[in-house]
Nanobody
Framework: QVQLVESGGGLVQAGGSLRLTCAAS????????MSWLRQAPGKEREFVAR????????YYADSLKGRFTISRDNAKNTVYLQMNSLKPEDTAIYYC????????????WGQGTQVTVSS
């Protein structure tokens, strides 16, 4: 079955960096655009970043541009999120999600990884 497994979360001080990894299995990875989303306590899940199937195009939430970078390695079935200059408001559970290149809603989700940024 399809699995998306996130890792790399943890506790970091404000101004620090983390690199999240999402390892995919059970799907043809290059057939999917990959995204990162996050959900903070008491808030709705929000879009963070997306990368197209070949990695040629990336999209970011406006508030995160310049601090976060999404990338992928199709040979390793892995997508990454490099997060720099972290702020306490970045504290959330971060999820990776896969959406078919054919469009539609997200097809698969990971279980999430907790990121906590202390002030």
């Amino acid at each position: 079955q399809v699995q998306l497994v996130e890792s790399g979360g943890g506790l970091v001080q404000a101004g620090g960096s983390l690199r999240l990894t999402c390892a995919a299995s059970g799907l043809t990875f290059s057939n999917y655009h990959m995204s990162w989303l996050r959900q903070a306590p008491g808030k709705e899940r929000e879009f963070v970043a997306r990368i197209t199937w070949r990695g040629g195009t990336t999209y970011y939430a406006d508030s995160l541009k310049g601090r976060f970078t999404i990338s992928r390695d199709n040979a390793k079935n892995t997508v990454y999120l490099q997060m720099n200059s972290l702020k306490p408001e970045d504290t959330a559970i971060y999820y990776c999600a896969a959406r078919s290149v054919l469009g539609g809603k997200y097809d698969f989700w990971g279980q999430g990884t907790q990121v906590t940024v202390s002030s």
